[in-house]
């Protein structure tokens, strides 16, 4: 009689010979062997595939993040920021921006996706842009590159990858506002992240903050 001990974690297969006048011959016994190892084969193929998976992914992710802190996901500061017939750069053309002047580019495909209210004050305007500035300066991650009376250019970069972003802001005395533009230079669409920024600015300039 032929007896086949399996140990649990499938490591071996141990069969011991079989008596004599079995009715198994050696080609039976060959025939069970290839079955269980092919069966062994199967179970570990899909752990080994998930391994690599993750293997994978964990590397694409160090590789992502090393890039980023290294700047190579910053991104190029446009060449045409500024202001232009006290205008600032239109809004992008991809769901990445807002700004406060899309009405004035009727044209542009996210005039009305991309708008957002401008910076009201009161009292001196040269005085709401110093504190503007103080604000911005003051924000994580957030440089501030230009600064003059009636313009303010910073670069706002995300805390792991480090995408760049550009806020630009316009004194507008005669409305009595400062009009603002923020951008992401890199990607389609910016998840609401140029929202979320100038509102929480709003909310700290409206308050006073500096």
């Not at 690599?52 to 992502?64: P, S």
């Not at 005395?173 to 929202?195: C, F, H, M, T, Y």
Request: net charge positive; glycine share 8%.
């Amino acid at each position: 009689m032929t007896l086949c001990f399996f140990r649990w974690d499938f490591s071996a297969i141990i069969l011991q010979p079989a008596a004599p006048g079995s009715p198994l011959s050696g080609s039976m016994r060959a025939t069970a062997v290839a079955r269980t190892s092919q069966s062994l084969r199967k179970r570990k193929t899909p752990m080994k595939i998930i391994g690599y998976i993750a293997v994978l992914l964990v590397t694409l992710a160090v590789l992502l993040l090393g890039a980023g802190q290294l700047g190579f996901l910053a991104g190029q500061a446009p060449g045409d920021l500024g202001v232009r017939q006290h205008r600032l750069k239109p809004p992008s053309l991809t769901p990445n921006s807002v700004s406060s002047q899309t009405a004035l580019y009727p044209d542009n495909p996210q005039r009305v996706d991309a708008d957002v209210a401008p910076l009201s004050y009161t009292g001196d305007a040269k005085a709401a842009m110093a504190r503007l500035a103080g604000i911005v300066s003051n924000m994580p991650r957030t440089t501030v590159v230009t600064r003059e009376p009636a313009y303010l250019y910073a670069q706002g970069k995300t805390q792991w990858l480090g995408f760049t972003d550009d806020l630009e802001f316009l004194l507008d005395e005669p409305a009595g506002v400062i009009q603002v533009r923020s951008a992401s230079r890199l990607g389609k669409s910016d998840i609401g992240v140029n929202r979320k920024r100038v509102e929480a600015l709003r909310q700290q300039f409206e308050q006073g903050g500096a």
